[in-house]
Every structure is written in structure tokens, then in C-alpha cells.
């Protein structure tokens, strides 16, 4: 499979919704992934968990994140991320919250290499698009433990690997530690996708130069911030206008409105007001402004207000996006859950 830039946008949970990932796309982003999908979630049938299966047209290569501890459940969820259009499974082998820790999934699957090559072994035999597999470097500080796993791994049926150089215990303190990434690419024979602290077209570059990795992944650097994607890909490119910012964060509104209902887009969005206003676009009382109205319409009138023109941009913008009914792949209607 190809991807047409070297440059891929991180499963974030709570983050990377649809929006989120079209708009990833658009913005050179050459595959992008879902959020980490529970195996369960989708045993059962849940109702939100299958609305994290919704893919759009416009937002191929993409990548559905999977995660459980059960070889029959997730080679189970493979098949129906299949169906649902996923290019890529992804399986996480990286999550260090406790909520999933403890059920066996996630980072604690590095410490139980069987248990994670029967997995990917499972998953791979069910589907029929690659499988990857997303980690950390093990559990604890220091650990090497991802130089021992990945080659097995990828024995077991992993396409390509992606490392985030951090301790599960770690979360997201300290930095990545990319010589690990550099020795994971010497020892596999698939291409190796670097995770973690990549936010700027000159970290992408040294990291690629020093690992040797396929790729970059860019995740928090991109959170309302999708001109980071451009301006790795195009160090010519000028940083957004207001105008441009207030489009894309209203795009974005109106876009997570369509997927998770109004309701839960309003608690979903507000994080995102300072992610897009902040890099000293506005100033921040006016993203405290935004986030205690009670209506998306009122953030949007408000932000309308403080930057005019970006009525024009958004018309724009929302003119060369296809429309509704292409949007979504015409997919079985059972895995349409709603949510
Ligand atoms: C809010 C948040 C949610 C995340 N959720 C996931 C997830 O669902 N699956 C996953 O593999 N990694 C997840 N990650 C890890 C990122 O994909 C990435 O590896 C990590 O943030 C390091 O990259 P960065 O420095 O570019 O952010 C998450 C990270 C953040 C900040």
C-alpha cells in the first residue's frame, strides 16, 4: 500500500474524530487514523463504539485503531473494520490509561509478547488489508522492551510498526527517545513509523534523518493546529490568517455536529477553541468567552464577529468539500449504530 506523504496524523482519543482526519487529509496529512476502537465496544454492538466506524470518501488512506486482549474479539472487530472501509488496521499496543491496562490490552500486551503476537496473528489472518501495530517502548522507564516485541511482531503478521519511544509509565512526560527508533528500524524488515514530538517541519526532518524511520506521525502539534501539518510538508507555506483559523475551527463545528450530534459536540468542541485560537492568533480571553456560551450557534456568531472575513474563506472551503451524500462510503447499514 502507498501512502503519498511521509507525514501521518496520530490516533487521539477524544480527538481524532472524522473532522478531525478529513481535515488531516486535506491538509497533507497521507494517512490518517481513528481513534483506538474497543474490540468489545464492537462485540457488543455498542452503539457509540460503532459510530467510531463511520468513514468518509474523502479521508482514505485510512487507518482504524483496534484494541482488546482477545485474539477471537479483536480478529472478530477486524473484519468489521474491514467492512466498514478501513485501508490499514492498526492494533494498539501502546494506550498506558489504566481503564484499558487493566484489561490486558494496550502497553500491558508488551509485557506478555505471546499473548500480543497471537493477536496480530489472528487479526491478520482475518483480514485481507494490512496490519499494523502501534506501541510504546514498554512498560517502564527505560524499558527496550518494544526492540524485543517488534521483530516478532512482525513475524506474526505486522505490515509495519509504528514507536512511540516512551515508558507506558511515562504518559507523556519527558521527550521520545528516537535512538530506540532508529534501532527498531535496523531490525525489521517493514516500515517503521516515528511517534512523538514532532512539531515542526525541522523536527520532522531530524527525525527522519536520525531513525531512518518510513515516516513521521504528528499528533498534539496538530490538535486545531492543522497548518503544522502544512508547514511540514511546505516550508514555504504562511502561517493561517484569522480569517483562515476562524474558518477552519467553524468548518470543524459544523462538521462534528453532523458526526456526533449536537449535544455531544458542544462538551467535544470546547477543548478545541483554545487548541485553534492559541499560537497567539487571539488573545485568550477571548477563548474563555467562547467556551461559557451555551450555543454552537453563538461561538460561531462570535467568531464571525472577530473575524469578518471569514465568511468568504468558509464558503469557499465548504464549496470544494463533497457533499453530503458522497461523504459517506455506501457500507452495510448495520454498522451505521448512530451515536
Ligand atoms: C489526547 C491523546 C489521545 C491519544 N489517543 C491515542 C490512541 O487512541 N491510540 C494511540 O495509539 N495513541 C494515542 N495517543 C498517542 C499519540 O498517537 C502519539 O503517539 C503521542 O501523542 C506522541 O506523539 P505527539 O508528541 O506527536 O503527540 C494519544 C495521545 C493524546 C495526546
Known amino acids: 500500500?502507498?501512502?503519498?506523504?511521509?507525514?501521518?496524523?496520530?490516533?487521539?482519543?477524544?480527538?481524532?474524530?472524522?473532522?478531525?482526519?478529513?481535515?488531516?487529509?486535506?491538509?497533507?496529512?497521507?494517512?490518517?487514523?481513528s481513534e483506538m476502537v474497543s474490540c468489545a465496544g464492537i462485540e457488543h454492538r455498542n452503539e457509540r463504539t460503532l459510530g467510531y466506524l463511520r468513514v468518509a470518501a474523502d479521508e482514505h488512506p485510512l487507518a482504524i485503531q483496534i484494541?482488546?486482549?482477545?485474539?477471537?474479539?479483536?480478529?472478530?472487530?477486524?473484519?468489521?473494520?474491514?467492512?466498514?472501509?478501513?485501508?490499514?488496521?492498526?492494533?494498539?499496543?501502546?494506550?498506558?490509561?489504566?481503564?484499558?491496562?487493566?484489561?490486558?490490552?494496550?502497553?500491558?500486551?508488551?509485557?506478555?509478547?505471546?499473548?500480543?503476537?497471537?493477536?496480530?496473528?489472528?487479526?491478520?489472518e482475518a483480514a485481507t488489508v494490512p496490519v499494523t501495530v502501534k506501541m510504546r517502548r514498554g512498560l517502564r522507564d527505560g524499558s527496550r522492551t518494544c526492540l524485543e516485541v517488534g521483530p516478532r511482531l512482525v513475524e506474526a503478521g505486522a505490515a509495519a510498526l509504528t514507536l512511540h519511544p516512551r515508558s507506558a509509565h511515562q504518559m507523556y512526560t519527558g521527550t521520545a527517545d528516537h535512538s530506540l527508533t532508529a534501532e527498531l528500524v535496523d531490525l525489521v524488515p517493514v516500515p517503521v513509523i516515528a511517534s512523538g514530538d514532532v512539531t515542526s517541519r525541522a523536527d520532522a526532518q531530524a527525525v527522519l534523518d536520525r531513525t531512518g524511520a518510513a515516516a513521521v506521525m504528528v499528533g498534539r502539534a496538530a490538535q486545531g493546529n492543522p497548518w503544522a501539518l502544512r508547514e511540514i510538508l511546505d516550508p514555504d507555506a504562511p502561517p493561517p490568517t484569522?480569517?483562515?483559523?476562524?474558518?477552519?475551527?467553524?468548518?470543524?463545528?459544523?462538521?462534528?455536529?453532523?458526526?456526533?450530534?449536537?449535544?455531544?459536540?458542544?462538551?467535544?468542541?470546547?477543548?478545541?477553541?483554545?487548541?485553534?485560537?492559541?499560537?497567539g492568533r487571539f488573545p485568550r480571553p477571548f477563548k474563555q468567552e467562547l467556551v461559557q456560551l451555551a450555543t454552537l450557534e453563538e461561538v460561531e456568531l462570535r467568531l464571525l464577529a472577530a473575524a469578518p472575513g471569514a465568511h468568504e474563506v468558509l464558503d469557499r472551503l465548504e464549496a470544494e468539500l463533497p457533499s453530503g451524500d458522497d461523504v459517506l462510503l455506501d457500507l452495510p447499514i448495520s454498522i451505521y449504530g448512530g451515536g
Open 242 to 279: 484569522r480569517e483562515e483559523v476562524v474558518a477552519e475551527l467553524i468548518l470543524f463545528m459544523r462538521e462534528t455536529v453532523r458526526e456526533l450530534g449536537e449535544r455531544r459536540a458542544t462538551s467535544f468542541l470546547k477543548k478545541f477553541y483554545g487548541w485553534y485560537l492559541g499560537h
Open 67 to 124: 484494541f482488546g486482549s482477545e485474539p477471537r474479539t479483536m480478529a472478530e472487530a477486524a473484519r468489521m473494520v474491514e467492512a466498514a472501509g478501513a485501508a490499514l488496521i492498526d492494533i494498539n499496543f501502546g494506550c498506558p490509561v489504566r481503564k484499558v491496562t487493566k484489561t490486558g490490552a494496550g502497553a500491558t500486551l508488551l509485557d506478555d509478547p505471546e499473548r500480543a503476537c497471537r493477536i496480530v496473528s489472528a487479526v491478520a
Open 1 to 33: 500500500m502507498e501512502i503519498p506523504s511521509r507525514l501521518v496524523l496520530a490516533p487521539m482519543a477524544g480527538v481524532s474524530v472524522q473532522a478531525f482526519r478529513r481535515q488531516g487529509r486535506r491538509f497533507g496529512a497521507g494517512l490518517v487514523c
